[in-house]
């Protein structure tokens, strides 16, 4: 899995549009379904910790894991300048999730384990929730479909120019492997007024569902529920994203 380097100094501002308020009150609304009130909980592929913080402002005990150090390293000082208490972030590959106890939940937003591009690693990252949840526990994730990265994103190019910085979004799709490609190049303005260029490139895979469930199932994790983006509702054939629900079953570890 790649991680966001130059991306992340800008990550905010271009992908503010992203709905974390939204999705802190749909979470909430899938503990208060499966009678769940959590204390302590991890968030999976945090980034720059907007869900962390949020989650943290509402009185959570927070975790925050994440590859990239650079988006860290914002989530850190947002969480500093917040003056937000009980959040601690780590530098960690999902795959290899190592936390100093268990959580009551764990919950994972903006499609970060579409990242995970090989299901054997997805299997993986299931194992090590299972391994820090708490007996009856609850994972809820996101996850883009593959009608989002074939029919709405597909090949196209997004381009964006602000005052201090300016970005150029490709995207590709590889419908044989399921992979969506992000090629990004940023350019960011320095003290000195010229713009210093920086490419990275990302890659997300679409599952389809029962793919997922499978790996959930054979991580020792029970599959709850799936849903149509933020409602209790079936998925359809026009779903962006779609978000799981599974629990973590009464077992020794």
Known sequence: MASYEQ????????????????????IESIFKKNGLE????????????SMTNLMAKKG????????????????RDKAKEEELEGVMYLNQDMTELDLFGTVDAVI???????????EEDLKKTFEKVNLFLNPGGLFIFDMNTVYKFKEVLGNKTYAE??????????NYYYEDEAINEYEVNVFIKNEDGLYEKSTEVHHERGYEPKEVIKCLEASGL?????????????????????YFVAQEVMKEK
Request: aromatic residues 16%; negative net charge.
């Open 60 to 75: 959570y005990e927070m975790i925050g894991v994440d590859l990239s150090e650079d988006m860290l390293a914002i989530a």
């Open 222 to 242: 029970k599959f709850l529920a799936l849903y149509h983006d933020n409602t209790f509702e079936d998925l359809k054939s026009t779903t962006q994203r779609m």
């Open 161 to 170: 120019n602000h005052e201090d910085y300016a970005y150029i979004w490709e």
């Open 7 to 26: 991306f992340a100094m800008i990550y905010d501002s271009a992908l503010n549009e992203l709905p974390y308020g939204a999705w802190l009150v749909y």
């Open 38 to 49: 959590p204390n302590l909980i991890l968030d999976l592929g945090c980034g720059t910790g």
């Open 108 to 118: 994972s937003v903006g499609d970060a384990l579409n990242y995970i591009t090989f």
